[in-house]
């Protein structure tokens, strides 16, 4: 069996993943880590971008989309913090439009522009998920 570490992604509105990975890619604001199981302690600021977990038993990476946040990395458990955090799965529930203008982009534009249109999609997105929160809060007022 593979050795693990206990990895818990957390939004402001609720857990996102709670479980076990063998292998995490996290965007940190210097770049992307790489997080194994009994990786050294340490504290990171999170930008906008794809988290990638290895999980046991799957060939098939768990991808989830965040803003930015905070990493904690200890050797037994990963924590995340985000404002906005999105599993792939729910990715799919985008307007067919958008899914036509991520598609067109990245045939149209080099790995870091797009890099670059993907984090201010994100930030646009968590800008949107503000509003819509605000609005709810207006209705039951």
Do not use: C, W
Not at 6 to 26: D, H, T
Not at 34 to 45: E, M, N, Q
């Amino acid at each position: 069996m593979a050795m693990t570490v206990q990895v818990e992604i957390v939004s402001i509105e609720k857990s996102i993943f709670s479980g076990l990975a063998e292998f995490v890619a996290v965007p940190a604001e210097l770049g992307e880590v790489g997080i194994y199981p009994g990786h050294a302690p340490f504290i990171s600021r999170l930008k906008s971008g794809a988290v990638r977990l290895r999980l046991p038993d799957r060939i098939d990476e768990e991808t989830i989309y965040i803003s930015s946040g905070i990493l904690e990395v200890q050797p037994r458990r990963i924590t995340i913090l985000s404002d906005l955090a999105l599993p792939e799965e729910e990715m799919g529930n985008l307007p067919i439009e958008q899914k036509k203008v991520d598609e067109t982009m990245k045939n149209r534009v080099t790995a870091l522009e797009y890099a670059k249109i993907e984090a201010d999609l994100a930030r646009a997105f968590r800008d949107l998920q503000g509003l819509q929160q605000l609005k709810h809060r207006k209705q039951r007022v």
